[in-house]
């Protein structure tokens, strides 16, 4: 389903207001994270856990004590593409609704006063904003990844 589609089911389901675009916003990161989570949970056994399988250790167990931390990269790559894909949704929702406040709403006052200086400032701090997050969340990937590795 699109993104666009999404916009029009969740003003159709919550109104036309901030929850709307908030679901909206929400619903085109899901399917982001959801690929994330797949991904996650369809790696190969690690060592650490065979070895706790040789402890003694019970399948919940095991799972509990190994799974979260060697999902982690997979999540902070997934989180990392969600925050890119929500700030590119919340700018076009901002657009497309005529919300009252944001940069989305900014973008298209710029546009309709022929005000190219604000415009492409607007475009710049939402750019910075999204290289920003990206910056950010490949750090925690990069420190996601190092604790993975250890042992």
Known sequence: MARSILRAACLLAFGYDETARVATIAAGCAWTMALAVTTAAGTERSARRELLDLA????????????????????????????????????????????????????????????????????????????????GLRRLESVARRFTSLG
């Open 56 to 135: 003694g250790a019970t399948k919940i167990e095991a799972a509990l004590w190994t799974q979260p931390w060697e999902a982690l990269p997979a999540l902070a790559v997934g989180l990392r593409a969600s925050a890119s894909t929500a700030v590119i949704v919340a700018v076009v929702t901002e657009m497309v609704a005529g919300a009252e406040r944001g940069v989305g709403s900014r973008v298209i006052s710029a546009q309709i006063a022929s005000d190219t200086a604000i415009l492409t400032l607007n475009v710049i701090a939402v750019g910075a904003v999204g290289y920003l997050a990206n910056v």
